[in-house]
C-alpha cells in the first residue's frame, strides 16, 4: 500500500513538473496537472492540498535531484575543477531528460526575488560552487589572482542565462553543446595554460551516467 501511494505522489509530481514546464505557475490548472499525471483528482488531493504545495514540492525535488548528483560527483571526483565542469553537464541532462527538472526550474526562476525564500538555492549553489572553485585554485586549476567568490556567481549565471536561450531556441536540444561553448570560452581566462589540455578533455568528455535515482 505504501509503495502505490509513493508511485502515485510520484505520478503526480510528474504531471505537476510537466503542466508548470509547459504553461508555468500561473497558467498551469490543476485539471491539466491530473491530466498530466494521469491519476484521479481524490487521489491529487490525497498527498497536494493546493497548486501551491505542489509547486513547492516541485521545486525542492528538483533541488533534491541537483543535489544528489552534486554529491556523488563530488565523491568520485579527485579533481575539484573537473566536478564542476560535470555538475554542469549532469545539471544540463537532468534539464534535457527529466520533467522534475523542467519544471522545478522554471518555478524557481518565475518566483525568485530577493524576497522569495526559493532565491535560497541560488545562494547555496554560488556557495557550493564556490568552494569547488577555491578547492581548485589550492589545486593548482585555477589561477592565484581569480576572485573564486566572483567566478562563481558568474559560473552559477551563465549556466542560467544558457539554459534559458537553449530552452528559448531549441527546447534545450542543443543545451550539451552551448555549456560546451561556454567552458572553452571560459577557461581560459581562469585557467593555467599547463592545466588547459587536461580540463578541455573534461569539457569535451561523454556524458556520464551517475545513476543518482
Known amino acids: 500500500m ?3 501511494a509513493a508511485s502515485t505522489r510520484q505520478a503526480v509530481l510528474e504531471g505537476a513538473a510537466a503542466s508548470f514546464d509547459k504553461f508555468g505557475y500561473g497558467t498551469a490548472s490543476l485539471s491539466t496537472i491530473i491530466t498530466h499525471a494521469g491519476v484521479s483528482k481524490g487521489a491529487m488531493y490525497f498527498h497536494f492540498s493546493s497548486k501551491e ?3 513547492q514540492a516541485v521545486i525542492d525535488a ?3 535531484l541537483a543535489t544528489a548528483a552534486t554529491v556523488t560527483i563530488i565523491e568520485h571526483t579527485p579533481k575539484a575543477f573537473d566536478a564542476l565542469i560535470l555538475i554542469t553537464k549532469e545539471l544540463a541532462r537532468q534539464l534535457q531528460t527529466e520533467s522534475i ?3 522545478g526550474m ?3 526562476l518565475e518566483s525568485t526575488t530577493a524576497e522569495n525564500p526559493n532565491a535560497r538555492s541560488f545562494d547555496d549553489w ?3 560552487i564556490a568552494t569547488l572553485t577555491g578547492r ?4 593548482g586549476d585555477v589561477t592565484d589572482d581569480v576572485d573564486v567568490a566572483a567566478l562563481a556567481r558568474l559560473i552559477v549565471a551563465s549556466f542560467t542565462g544558457v539554459q534559458t536561450v537553449s530552452e528559448m531556441l531549441t527546447g534545450r536540444a542543443d543545451l550539451q553543446l552551448r555549456m560546451t561553448e561556454m567552458w572553452h570560452l571560459l577557461l581560459p581566462s581562469v585557467v593555467p595554460r599547463r592545466r588547459l589540455p587536461r580540463i578541455r578533455a573534461v569539457v569535451d568528455g561523454p556524458l556520464i551516467d551517475w545513476n543518482v535515482h
Open 106 to 108: 522554471r518555478l524557481t
Open 2 to 4: 505504501q509503495e502505490r
Open 126 to 128: 554560488i556557495e557550493m
Open 62 to 64: 528538483q533541488l533534491a
Open 136 to 139: 581548485a585554485r589550492k589545486e
Open 101 to 103: 527538472a523542467r519544471g
Open 53 to 55: 504545495e505542489l509547486a
